[in-house]
């Protein structure tokens, strides 16, 4: 097991997470979580303890997505950073699709993912933008 620096494999994750977001799939974005996990931004920081705990802090996001009528998700990948053997640093900004195809432009995130047996994991992630 180690941390995947992988452009495939990094792109392959955050194309799942963007789907589980988009689709509202809560139970599949828990599952991209490390636990305990952090979030943090200019404004607040919460963790998660648990899936239940995942789920509900992103219970808000589906509706978000379907108000502004978004349909898919695009990690942009900008930047990876080893960080150890089991730490990746992936700078992604989001873009996304709305019902009509038209580029729709997301917030930037640095997430700091674990690598384990089952693929990588999100342990923090940072809003920068």
């Known amino acids: 097991m180690?941390?995947?620096t992988d452009l495939e494999t990094l792109a392959d994750f955050?194309?799942?997470y963007g789907v589980a977001l988009t689709t509202g799939d809560i139970a599949a974005?828990?599952?991209c979580y490390a636990?305990?996990?952090l979030v943090v931004a200019d404004t607040y920081s919460f963790t998660f303890t648990s899936p239940a705990a995942v789920a509900l802090s992103f219970i808000g996001?589906?509706?978000d997505y379907q108000?502004?009528?978004l349909i898919a998700a695009n990690a942009l990948i900008s930047e990876v950073q080893p960080v150890s053997a089991l730490l990746t640093m992936v700078a992604v900004e989001w873009e996304f699709l709305d019902g009509a195809g038209r580029r729709v432009p997301g917030e930037r995130y640095r997430y700091l993912l674990r690598g384990t047996d089952e693929g990588p994991v999100i342990c923090t992630v940072v809003r920068t933008g």
């Open 2 to 4: 180690t941390a995947s």
């Open 61 to 63: 996001a589906a509706p």
């Open 35 to 37: 636990l305990p996990g």
């Open 67 to 69: 108000e502004r009528a």
């Open 29 to 31: 974005v828990a599952g």
């Open 14 to 16: 955050f194309n799942r």
